[in-house]
């Protein structure tokens, strides 16, 4: 099991689970309701700020997208607009009760991620550039761990897949399946890529595993197939939800054997220049991924510049 000791690590999951509600209005806006100087664009735009209490709904603080989303605030001079966190859990079911009543909502948001599979949405454009380009999901190992357990090391290493598998994961752990079914079922259905990962190694007997993830659907996701996978070639494996911090902490002290949940280079970055030197990057796992603000297609905005008032 973990030790890790969360007092010598100073970090406190600072999880606030308060949502601030959004009020009733029309997309549309009231004729009555118009910018300074009459335009229409201006009228849409306040509403859609009053309507949403100048709210984006975030998840944990800790989170390298709400740090963008709270930088994005400042660096598109959106005034009066504040990022709520929350958790990842509390985010998704803010967008979904939106979405029931087709009223606005604003959250922060990322691919891969089972939403996308269920709601029409679509990502607000960064001209600014503030969430950044095109991420990767890495695999991260403690050090040493390629001598010490040189097969557990091998399948990290050569772990790798499509941002359509670990949706397909999601949702179907989103539609009410328990975790460890349906990483079961998507290898059942996928044994070509599990062959691939577990090719040139051995299969072991009770072989201790320790694989530390975050609280994320995807994680969630990907954790659970990687430990499905490892227990098929006889590990004794362990996977434990950690804070963003805590998790990176686990692996670089060793605490931990890996993870595959490292989302690089902008939502972990700055946890990556910290220790970096501590652990043993195996590359990316999964490529395309993406971060920003998220919307459903119903709202009449495009830009995160839209969200500033006129």
């Known amino acids: 099991m973990f030790k890790l000791n969360l007092k010598r690590a100073g970090i406190v999951a600072g999880l606030s689970l308060s949502l601030v ?103 607000l454009e960064d001209p600014k550039k503030v969430f950044g380009g095109e991420e990767q999901i890495k695999s991260m190992a403690r050090q040493g761990l390629k001598e010490e357990k040189p ?47 577990t090719k040139g190694t051995e299969k072991v007997d009770g072989v201790e595993a320790k694989i530390a993830y975050v609280a994320w659907s995807s994680e969630i996701a990907s954790a659970n197939v990687i430990k499905a996978v490892l227990d098929e070639q006889g590990f004794d494996t362990t996977i434990k939800q950690l804070d963003n911090g805590v998790m990176w902490q686990a692996v670089a002290e060793g605490e931990a054997d890996g993870m595959v949940a490292a989302w690089l280079p902008g939502t972990h970055g700055d946890l990556y220049d910290s220790y970096k030197d501590q652990l043993k990057d195996l590359g990316p796992n999964l490529k395309g991924a993406k971060i920003g603000l998220v919307v459903p297609k119903y709202m009449d905005i495009s830009s995160i510049e839209d969200l500033k008032s006129e």
Not at 69 to 79: M, N, P, T
Not at 165 to 185: F, Q, R
Request: hydrophobic share 35%.
């Open 151 to 197: 097969n557990l090391y091998k399948i990290l290493d050569q772990f790798n897949w499509e941002a359509s598998d670990m949706e397909s994961v999601m949702l179907e752990i989103e539609n009410g399946t328990p975790e460890e079914e349906a990483a079961k079922n998507w290898i059942k259905e996928n044994q070509d890529k599990v062959d691939e990962w």
């Open 21 to 123: 509600a959004a009020g009733c209005g029309s997309d549309e806006g009231s004729e009555g309701n118009t910018s300074g100087d009459g335009s229409e664009g201006g009228s849409e735009k306040a509403a859609v700020g009053e309507q949403l209490d100048y709210t984006i709904t975030g998840i944990d603080a800790g989170s390298g997208v709400v740090g963008a989303a709270k930088k994005s605030v400042k660096e598109y001079g959106l005034e009066g607009w504040e990022v709520q966190t929350s958790s990842g859990a509390a985010m998704t079911q803010k967008l979904g009760d939106a979405i029931e009543d087709e009223e606005p909502v604003i959250v922060t948001g990322w691919t891969p991620h089972w939403m996308f599979a269920k709601y029409d949405l679509k990502y």
